[in-house]
């Protein structure tokens, strides 16, 4: 699991690999959020949360 502590309350996310595809999406409805990521293979990912006014992006590593 992947948890997502952000200071956007209402959100959403993509779950991107390393050539921008996109594997997971939702919404954020909180400060705090749990991302199942057990579908995923190991490797690099970036997280990205959009609100109305900005955008976060950070990298992660997946590993098994």
């Known amino acids: 699991f992947l948890i997502v502590k952000s200071i ?3 959100a ?3 779950i991107k690999d390393s050539q921008g595809r996109i594997f997971l999406s ?3 409805n909180g400060s705090i959020q ?3 990521l057990s579908k995923l293979a190991p490797g690099t990912y970036s997280i990205e949360l959009k ?3 900005s955008i976060q992006s950070k990298k992660f ?3 098994s």
Do not use: A, M
Request: hydrophobic content about 35%; charged content about 30%.
């Open 26 to 28: 939702g919404d954020i």
């Open 34 to 36: 749990r991302i199942d």
């Open 8 to 10: 956007i309350e209402s």
């Open 51 to 53: 609100n109305g006014r």
């Open 61 to 63: 590593i997946l590993v």
């Open 12 to 14: 959403t996310y993509h």
